[in-house]
């Protein structure tokens, strides 16, 4: 149980292109996703919280005009990354908290999307 | 600002040795601890969390927690090549909010 699912893994295009992610809870529902980014040999750093129906929080320093969260279901959060410049280029995890199994605070992590922008 | 500190190794240890892994963190008010792995390219996988002051143990994992001292560690006893991974301290604030990662610890078990 406890599954989150990302889509794509792997994602390489131009520069000045947008790109979308996807990012499912496949057996719980989730108002609530977080979405981090991590850079080679860093740690995941914060980005946005992502509520569903509502606008999503986003972390000092991330802007959101450039990083879209929509977060339209209770099941799926969409990151899209938009006029893309190769410093974008990062592993992007999202991550949710299963409500069914009380509260430990644990967070469930999709596979990670690794963006590459030539 | 909230901040979770970890050494970043890498830390070596022999086959069959016990591993230990330490962290500390900023905000005395955090209210859980978690320990995740998290291998070359793939997302991180949880190993244990814990809440209270003390031990807490789960297979060859024990997490240590002292609230007082601000100070989180991971023990992985009989380590093996398989463990060799990177290992994330991370910590929740407030209910409901995200974790705050450190930057990890690289284990390297050589057989």
């Known amino acids: 149980g406890a599954v989150v699912s990302q889509h794509p893994s792997w994602v390489i295009c131009k520069s000045g292109t947008s790109v979308k992610i996807e990012c499912r809870s496949l057996?719980?529902?989730?108002?609530?996703m977080f979405w981090y980014r991590q850079f080679p040999k860093q740690s995941l750093m914060l980005m946005a919280t992502s509520n569903e129906g509502s606008k999503a929080t986003y972390e000092q320093g991330v802007e959101k005009d450039k990083f879209l969260i929509n977060h339209a279901s209770l099941t799926l959060s969409t990151l899209t990354v938009t006029s893309a410049h190769p410093e974008d280029s990062s592993f992007y995890i999202c991550?949710?908290?299963?409500?069914?199994?009380?509260?430990?605070?644990?967070?469930?992590f999709g596979e990670g999307s690794r963006l590459t922008v030539l | 600002q909230k901040e979770v500190e970890q050494n970043s190794g890498p830390l070596s240890v022999p086959e069959g040795a016990i591993a230990s892994l330490n962290c500390t963190y900023s905000?005395?008010?955090?209210?859980?601890f978690f320990w995740y792995r998290q291998y070359s390219g793939k997302s991180p996988e949880l190993i244990m969390f814990i809440y209270s002051n003390g031990d807490k143990e789960d297979g060859r994992f024990t997490a240590q927690l002292n609230k007082a001292s601000q100070y989180v560690s991971l023990l992985i006893r009989d380590s093996q090549p398989s463990d060799s991974a990177t290992y994330l301290c991370a910590v929740n604030w407030e209910a409901g909010t995200a974790l705050i990662f450190g930057k990890g610890t690289t284990l390297s078990v050589s057989s």
């Open positions: 057996d719980f529902q989730a108002t609530t």
């Open positions: 991550s949710a908290r299963d409500p069914g199994r009380g509260n430990t605070g644990e967070l469930f």
């Open positions: 905000d005395r008010g955090s209210q859980s």
